[in-house]
């Protein structure tokens, strides 16, 4: 690949995480404030069973940690292919200079 289209290459890659940064955290923010309702509905709820409660407060600590695993995996991915965008422009610097 040239270094012109690894550059369209990068410029594409660099726009799509944005753009998922931004709906990543939108539906983060979504998450939380659903969080937060659903803790008042339940703490205003003397009629929902303590074991119900549990449950459903286990079912956000899971997906909270799903989200964050997948964040994690996301951001790790993004940084892989710049990795390979940059060390791909580094080998044909060299092979250029060759």
Known sequence: MENKDKAQAKQMIDYHK????????????LQEQTTKSLDN???Q?????AQTKASINE???IY????ADFKESVDQNYS???EFLTSGAENS??????
Request: charged content about 30%; proline content about 6%; overall charge positive.
């Open 59 to 61: 079912w956000i600590g």
């Open 93 to 98: 610097k060299s092979k250029n200079k060759k």
């Open 45 to 49: 709820s003397p009629w929902i069973p």
């Open 64 to 67: 909270k940690k799903v989200t």
């Open 41 to 43: 509905m339940l703490k």
């Open 18 to 29: 944005a753009a998922f940064e931004t709906y990543f955290n939108s539906v983060l923010m």
């Open 80 to 82: 892989k292919m710049e």
